[in-house]
Each structure stands twice: as C-alpha cells, then as structure tokens.
C-alpha cells in the first residue's frame, strides 16, 4: 500500500518544512505545488527535497488557486498505482496525531473510499499575544510547542482511494475525483495551525478576503486581532494526551445556524 501526498502551499515559509518532514515519515511520495508564493516556500521544498527522497517539487504557479489544483498531480500518477492505494491531502499547515496506516488498511479491508479526520485548530490566543508583545516567542521552536490551546470543531476528508482506470477530470469533480462514495469507519485526528503569529495573520487574510475560493473568510486583514482566541474557550493541548472531541456537537450546531442564516 502505497501513500502520495498533495501538498499545495503559498507564503508558508514559517512552517513548511516542519509539515512535510512530519509527514515524509509515513507518506511514499509527497508532490508539492508552489501556488504563487512570494517568500522562501519554494526554495525550502527544494533544499528539502535534496535530503528527503519523498519529497517532491512538482509545481510552481501563480495561476488562482483551486481545489482541483491537485488533480495536477494525481492524473501524473495514478495509473501507476492500485486501487489499494490511498491520495493525502496535505495541507502545509497541518499535522497528523498518528501514523496513518493502519486506518487506511483496514479502509481497504472495508473498500471504503475515503478517511475523515477530526480537524483539531489550533488558535492564537490572548496567551499568545502577550508573550508575542512581551518578545517571548521563540519562532525557531516547533509550532507544536507554542501552539497548545485548540478546539476539535470540524471534520474533513483527507485521504481518498486512488482509482487506477479513471482520471480526474476538473470540470465535474473540483474537489475529489468522480466515483468515491463510501467513508471508512475509523476516524484520524489532524491538528491545524492555520493562525500561528500576527505577521502571519496579517499576511494570510490579505491572500485570501475576497478571493471567490475562500468565502468562507469574512475577516478584512486590518481587522485580523478578532482572530484571537481566549484560552478559557479552548482546550489545552498536554503532550502525551488524547486530544478532546467533546465540544464538536456545539460547534456544528453554530455552523448551521450561520448556514440558516445566509
């Protein structure tokens, strides 16, 4: 069983080498498409790719981004592959709790198609802030160590079955190749660093308000310290310990309300 990553990245120069080499550690190959970075994104994928064979600088474009941006990739590869094996949608902010593995063999046991994973996001806090302002945030540690207040509040799908006799076609399926129905039972946990210091906040809502693939972003980059989070409305992430699900019911049914209310 063979693991492919699709990492699609722009202006993640802060934090991409720590994701690819976190998921190198379990993934065959890992393709990453540059889409339009104007800091060290790229130039880190390269010298990376020099040390870790599974990493692989496959694009660079500056071409809006899509979500079938990916479909790049995988019509590249997938008739190489089996039906046995699995597409990662890597997202260059995020990091596995676990090896992946054993929860893609036993989708392969069940012939599911696809593996949810519980999003755990992981906030800049009012904590946060004022070590920042106080000048006692160390950016050499691992974001893994400053970032340790989060919330479970949503659920993705991140690996998809490869499908050896049928491409991707963008026009009719922008998310996900077409013919992919059934999810897996088992469950993974991934943790998001979406919002990780002021700088890169700032940089990170200018990219994407107003963008017609975001639309989901309502914050205007002057007003990015909403963004803050206070810790006693989150979780505090202890190392060793499982991460917390219990307050994903409440954030769901604030989703709909927002869904109702639009």
């Given at each position: 069983?063979?693991?492919?990553?699709?990492?699609?990245?722009?202006?993640?120069?802060?934090?991409?080498?720590?994701?690819?080499?976190h998921?190198?550690?379990?993934?065959?190959?890992?393709?990453?498409?540059?889409?339009?970075?104007?800091?060290?994104?790229?130039?880190?994928?390269?010298n990376?790719?020099?040390?870790?064979?599974?990493?692989?600088?496959?694009?660079?474009?500056?071409?809006?981004?899509?979500?079938?941006?990916?479909s790049?990739?995988?019509?590249?590869?997938?008739?190489?592959?089996?039906?046995q094996?699995?597409?990662?949608?890597?997202?260059?902010?995020?990091?596995?709790?676990?090896?992946?593995?054993?929860?893609?063999?036993?989708?392969?046991?069940?012939?599911?198609?696809?593996?949810?994973?519980?999003?755990?996001?992981?906030?800049?806090?009012?904590v946060?802030?004022?070590?920042?302002?106080?000048?006692?945030?160390?950016?050499?540690?691992?974001?893994?160590?400053?970032?340790?207040?989060?919330?479970?509040?949503?659920?993705?799908?991140?690996?998809?079955?490869?499908?050896?006799?049928?491409?991707?076609?963008?026009?009719?399926?922008?998310?996900?190749?077409?013919?992919?129905?059934?999810?897996?039972?088992k469950?993974?946990?991934?943790?998001?660093?979406?919002?990780?210091?002021?700088?890169?906040?700032?940089?990170?809502?200018?990219?994407?308000?107003?963008?017609?693939?975001?639309?989901?972003i309502?914050t205007?980059?002057?007003?990015?310290?909403?963004?803050?989070?206070?810790?006693?409305?989150?979780?505090?992430?202890?190392?060793?310990?499982?991460?917390?699900?219990?307050?994903?019911?409440?954030?769901?049914?604030?989703?709909?309300?927002?869904?109702?209310k639009?």
């Amino acid at each position: 069983m063979k693991i492919y990553g699709i990492c699609v990245a722009k202006n993640e120069e802060d934090i991409i080498a720590e994701c690819l080499i976190h998921a190198a550690a379990f993934c065959d190959q890992i393709f990453v498409i540059d889409n339009g970075s104007s800091d060290n994104t790229w130039a880190i994928v390269h010298n990376l790719a020099k040390e870790h064979a599974q990493i692989v600088p496959f694009l660079r474009t500056d071409e809006p981004f899509r979500d079938s941006i990916r479909s790049l990739v995988y019509n590249q590869y997938f008739q190489a592959l089996s039906a046995q094996d699995w597409w990662f949608r890597l997202d260059a902010d995020e990091f596995l709790t676990d090896n992946p593995r054993s929860a893609l063999e036993l989708a392969n046991k069940e012939k599911a198609d696809f593996i949810q994973a519980w999003q755990a996001q992981f906030y800049f806090t009012d904590v946060d802030y004022k070590n920042w302002q106080a000048g006692n945030e160390n950016l050499g540690d691992s974001i893994i160590e400053r970032r340790r207040y989060y919330a479970v509040n949503w659920r993705e799908y991140r690996f998809f079955r490869n499908q050896p006799n049928q491409a991707w076609e963008e026009a009719t399926a922008p998310q996900w190749p077409e013919g992919l129905k059934k999810v897996a039972s088992k469950r993974i946990v991934n943790c998001h660093y979406q919002d990780r210091n002021p700088d890169q906040i700032q940089n990170r809502l200018k990219q994407r308000y107003g963008h017609t693939q975001f639309r989901h972003i309502v914050t205007a980059p002057e007003d990015w310290k909403t963004k803050i989070r206070t810790v006693n409305s989150l979780d505090l992430y202890q190392p060793g310990q499982a991460l917390k699900i219990r307050r994903l019911k409440f954030y769901l049914q604030r989703i709909r309300k927002k869904i109702l209310k639009c």
